[in-house]
């Protein structure tokens, strides 16, 4: 079993992470905190709550915490992922309703109560977690690890030229939580996925016929780049038509930025590392973020050979395995649509 504390900006991919980890019956959702990112703190709420519904998850603790990023002002991003932040996907409001405590809060008294049980996972910009490292200077010791999504090393950002999304709305957050984790145990650091490697995690429109097949549908599940924009799907299962929604916005959306009729799934492949069903390498490094130039606001450096002469503070993911990924993906996943139905 693995008890997962997770931070989402949900956010198609991080919805995407939140149908994987629901298929597998080994996990137990500790609390899901609502960063703002992709859309503000309210709608990653509702998306997360709707989310787990669907997925037959009702009841999880979703808290909200920061509503904005530490010290600069929240942008969201409606092109990437739609106004609601699930692309064409609609979903019905969720039953439940928005935990009454804070976010932080909730992440310190569960790491507190449960040391060395909880597996982190932060799909989102790290205001909450920068907060809750302030609160609880012990967080890396009392966590059983942490997999954060974000940053871009030798590799080209996606919102600056150099700089990752989530790095990129609160900079100020990213650089706090790795000047926190400098000297701590080299099994405490952050495992980091980069665009490095969730830049490979490219998801295609015959993953998606795969996965409407291995929900057992009657009919293929038809998607492809000739189809006009907005065009829906039909499908009769609930989780793959809105999988399918979500997902062709966000196949569009890459297009529209040279990349192709794909998507890149960065928050589903950073749910399987730290539920540990997919496997990498790491290489130890020192990241710092950059907070004070116009030009490269949000960019993360990561000295490989202790040039700065500072600890190592992160395990940054330097090998993956795109088709063991979505092979993963489909089968845990239409599953839990036979299951739902
Ligand atoms: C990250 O930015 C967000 O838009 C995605 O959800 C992902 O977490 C990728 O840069
Ligand atoms: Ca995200």
Redesign the pocket.
């Known amino acids: 079993m693995t008890s997962f504390l997770l931070d989402v900006?949900?956010?198609?991919?991080?919805a995407l992470a939140l149908v994987y980890l629901s298929a597998l019956p080994e996990t137990e959702f500790v609390s899901v905190t609502a960063t703002p990112?992709?859309v503000d703190a309210d709608q990653v709420a509702r998306n997360t709550l709707a989310i787990l519904e669907l997925c037959g998850r009702p009841g999880i603790e979703v808290a909200i915490g920061a509503r904005a990023p530490l010290h600069i002002p929240l942008v969201t991003?409606p092109e990437?992922?739609g106004p609601q932040g699930l692309g064409y996907a609609e979903l019905p409001d969720p039953q439940g309703s928005l935990s009454e405590h804070d976010a932080v809060d909730l992440w310190v008294a569960h790491a507190r109560a449960r040391p060395g049980e909880l597996t982190a996972l932060i799909?989102?910009p790290l205001t909450n977690f920068a907060l809750a490292l302030r609160r609880e200077p012990a967080l890396p010791e009392l966590l059983a690890g942490v997999v954060i999504?974000?940053g871009?090393f030798y590799h080209q950002g996606?919102?600056t030229p150099t700089a990752?999304?989530?790095t990129h709305?609160d900079p100020h957050a990213a650089k706090e939580v790795f000047a926190a984790y400098r000297g701590r145990a080299v099994d405490k650091l952050p495992v980091v996925c980069s665009?490095d490697t969730?830049e490979r995690i490219e998801m295609h429109p015959e993953h998606v016929r795969l996965l409407a097949e291995a929900a057992g549908l009657a009919l293929p599940e038809h998607v492809d780049g000739d189809q006009p924009e907005g065009q829906r799907s039909t499908a009769d299962n609930a989780l793959i038509r809105q999988l399918s929604d979500a997902l062709r916005f966000y196949f569009e959306f890459h297009r529209h930025y040279d990349q192709g009729y794909l998507a890149?799934v960065?928050?589903y492949f950073?749910a399987g590392v730290a539920a540990g069903t997919l496997s990498v390498e790491t290489r130890l490094a020192t990241v710092d973020v950059e907070t004070e130039s116009a030009l490269l606001m949000g960019t993360t450096v990561a000295d490989f050979r202790g040039l700065w002469a500072q600890p190592p503070n992160a395990r940054i993911v330097s090998v993956n395995h795109p088709d063991a990924a979505f092979q993963e993906l489909i089968s845990a996943v239409g599953a839990l649509a036979v299951t739902l139905g």
């Open positions: 900006d949900t956010g198609i991919d991080d990112g992709n991003t990437t992922h799909t989102a999504m974000g871009s996606n919102t990752e999304w989530n709305v665009l969730t890149h960065h928050d950073a």
